[in-house]
Nanobody, 114 residues
């Protein structure tokens, strides 16, 4: 059974930083491309970053230069380092394979506000 457990969200002021973590079950982590998605209120879920089984990464234009995705194969964990956060980054953040599997975790709320 696929398990995805996201953590690390919270309330942060504009310009601040957060580091999200996602513990994934081996069946999804494996050699799959893994990504971080987010869904803001009233908007569709969007892919913001992904990392291939190697080290190559890709970012949405809206987060490029501010977010960094990484993975720890030994821990079956994917991370998202978010710097220079903006109010428009406020959303629930999820991890999943890319393309995504049907099962989603509970997500972690990120709120950027002064």
């Amino acid at each position: 059974q696929v398990q995805l457990v996201e953590s690390g969200g919270g309330l942060v002021q504009p310009g601040g930083s957060l580091r999200l973590s996602c513990a994934a079950s081996g069946s999804i982590f494996g050699s799959n491309r893994m990504g971080w998605y987010r869904q803001a209120p009233g908007k569709e879920r969007e892919l913001v970053a992904f990392i291939n089984s190697g080290v190559s990464t890709n970012y949405a234009d809206s987060v490029k230069g501010r977010f960094t995705i990484s993975r720890d194969v030994a821990k079956n964990t994917v991370y998202l380092q978010m710097n220079s956060l903006k109010p428009e980054d406020t959303a629930v953040y999820y991890c999943n394979a890319v393309p995504n599997r049907s099962h989603w975790g509970q997500g972690t709320q990120v709120t950027v506000s002064s």
